[in-house]
């Protein structure tokens, strides 16, 4: 069954870095864009970051743009997120998600909850000031 687990979440002083890793299994992750997520307390899930299939693609959120870098590794199977220049309002539970639909078309968007089929449990970041 597909799975995925997210770690590297801690607490961080403001202006730090943290690098969150999520592991996958139970399906051919080479062939599947993945995202990443958060979700702050009393707040809706939004979208952070994406990388496509192959890597060679990504989308940020305005908001971490320049700061947040997704990266994977198909040998792995492991999708990545170095978070740096941490702000407070970066506090949140953080998720990894698969992107519904193999491979990539024109069709395909990447930063709706509803582009993504599965989700990790996720990994909670906290930035203090």
């Known amino acids: 069954q597909v799975q995925l687990v997210e770690s590297g979440g801690g607490l961080v002083q403001a202006g730090g870095s943290l690098r969150l890793s999520c592991a996958a299994s139970g399906f051919t992750f080479s062939t599947y864009g993945m995202g990443w997520f958060r979700q702050a307390p009393g707040k809706e899930r939004e979208f952070v970051a994406a990388i496509r299939w192959n890597g060679f693609t990504t989308e940020y959120a305005e908001s971490v743009e320049g700061r947040f870098t997704i990266s994977r590794d198909n040998a792995k199977s492991t999708v990545y997120l170095q978070m740096n220049s941490l702000k407070p309002e970066d506090t949140a539970d953080y998720y990894c998600?698969?992107?519904?639909?193999?491979?990539?078309?024109?069709?395909?968007?990447?930063?709706?909850?509803?582009?993504?089929?599965?989700w990790g449990q996720g990994t909670q970041v906290t930035v203090s000031s």
């Open positions: 998600a698969r992107k519904r639909g193999t491979y990539h078309n024109r069709l395909y968007t990447y930063t709706g909850p509803t582009d993504y089929d599965y």
